[in-house]
């Protein structure tokens, strides 16, 4: 039986593209401005950075991306170069300021939490809570970021672990917050679900020796991928409430 279910954040609880495409976008657009191009090409090269960076502006999700393939980053890293070099721009100012405006992209998310359309999750984690499953939150963002995340989408009161970059434990796929979550609630991990998006939570959820694990293809939308690290595989966080083992009838 499962006791608790970790679920990750962006590209779980609500699709990765069409809230961080725009920024992104907007992000990228900005750095190549401070280059001496014309309108045309930093138009082009930041399109370039943002397929590469794995989410663009059509609210596309590119699975190979370098924020849902750790793995690839240095074939990402060496495209941008290439792509810069062909653009007569110097590389390594290139990734100082893309990786400077990155390191800082939702410092300002407050007015873009106003105005986004997230999945109605709240029914979701309040049918957990009602079985008395244990949720718990791990992302990769900070804790005050996280936090307005949570409180947008109406589950910040639903949630009662919750470990981020700055938390003090190993990011994921190290397994440590599910060690955590496992001895402040005397848990087996047999007793714990992973909900994410990428092969990181699945890893994630495999190294914390959890009971099960279910994808979502609202983040790096690689199905294939996702299949062969997963137990179950479902469109959206809100297609969950069929999955037999989340939702097992009593």
Not at 72 to 86: D, E, H, L
Not at 98 to 126: C, G, T, W, Y
Not at 167 to 177: D, Q
């Amino acid at each position: 039986m499962i006791k608790a279910v970790i679920f990750d954040k962006d590209g779980t609880l609500f699709d990765y593209a069409a809230f961080w495409g725009p920024i992104v976008s907007r992000n990228a657009l900005a750095g190549f401005s401070r280059f001496p191009l014309d309108e045309k090409k930093i138009d082009e090269m930041a399109y370039k950075f943002e397929v590469i960076s794995g989410v663009d502006r059509n609210l596309v999700n590119h699975p190979n991306g370098i924020l849902f393939r750790h793995d690839k980053i240095f074939g990402n890293v060496m495209r941008m170069v290439i792509a810069s070099m062909k653009a007569g721009l110097n590389p390594f100012k290139v990734a100082k300021v893309l990786l400077n405006l990155m390191d800082h992209v939702s410092d300002d998310i407050d007015e873009d939490l106003k105005n986004a359309h997230f999945p109605d999750i709240r029914p979701i984690f309040q049918a957990l809570k009602s079985r008395g499953i244990v949720i718990g939150i791990v992302t990769n963002d900070l804790t005050v970021s996280a936090m307005k995340f949570l409180k947008a989408l109406k589950i910040d009161d639903l949630v009662d672990f919750l470990r981020c970059r700055d938390s003090g434990c190993l990011s994921k796929p190290n397994p440590e917050a599910i060690k955590e979550l496992r001895k402040l609630y005397g848990l087996k991990g047999k007793e714990i679900a992973m909900v994410g998006d990428t092969k990181i939570d699945m890893v994630f959820g495999r190294r914390g020796h959890v009971g099960y694990r279910v994808a979502v293809l609202t983040g790096s939308g690689d199905e294939k991928l996702l299949r062969r690290h997963s137990d179950a595989v479902y469109p959206t966080i809100l297609d969950i409430t069929k999955d037999p083992v989340l939702f097992e009838k009593s």
